[in-house]
């Protein structure tokens, strides 16, 4: 982390390095997919990059965009291949994503049915599909879902946050579907992590975290038909209190963190 930003810091100094310094790193992912030190560090890097762009005044070229949005979608299709790279290559996909959102609504409405479809194929769809998911996932593989899922939150709040022009009511609309899913999922964390492990407890508290993110975001209209769920996630958060406090300390060091990285 801290070597993107310093390379974030040479970018906005020497804006006519910032998009060769990203079609490089877009050239050591693809290289170097088989490395998962590799794929969590240059994506870093290259989301810092996008992360940058606002401080440059002539920005990058908007062929960027699709050469991100094509690097995150093969992160996230190739994730399931190898057991060894799953983790690393969806938060890679995702983190990607939710940098992309920074360069405004007039890149992100090209890709903007894309990123629909993405969300809403991330979490899902039912709770006759949750049961199924519950009944044949093991620790690792819920590990790598919630990892996935509070990225895929994390870019839609990036979305939120930095493409408002783009927040109809239809694409609102079609947000809620994917939320309303992550709230259904969180009422099932107790009992996930009790087949599981503790040890998700982390990675499903940085889904409730990202989760309450975008909905401070949103106008509370919006999701004035799914109170409910979300009053039920803040009541099963409250049951967490009775935890051991050792158990928080692998929690408390991820979410502090997630939290200095954004």
Known sequence: LAAAWCLRCVAVALPYQLSPLVDRCAERINNLKSSPEAVSGYSFAMAALLGGVYQCPLGIPHCKGKLVVSIAEDLLRTAAQNSRLSLQRTQAGWLLLGALMTLGSSLVRYHLPKMLLLWRNVFPRSQKELEAEKARGDSFTWQVTLEGRAGALCAMRSFVAHCPE???????????????????????????????????????????????????????KTYEGSFEGATVCLIGEGGWLSAPWSSFDPLCEDLGGACHAS
């Open 166 to 220: 783009l927040l109809t009511e239809d694409v609102i609309r079609r947000l809620m579907t994917p939320i309303e899913c992550a709230m259904t999922m969180m009422s099932q964390v107790p009992a996930i992590t009790k087949v599981h492990g503790a040890h998700l407890k982390a990675s499903a508290a940085m889904v409730r975290l990202r989760l309450y993110d975008i909905l401070a975001l949103l106008p509370p």
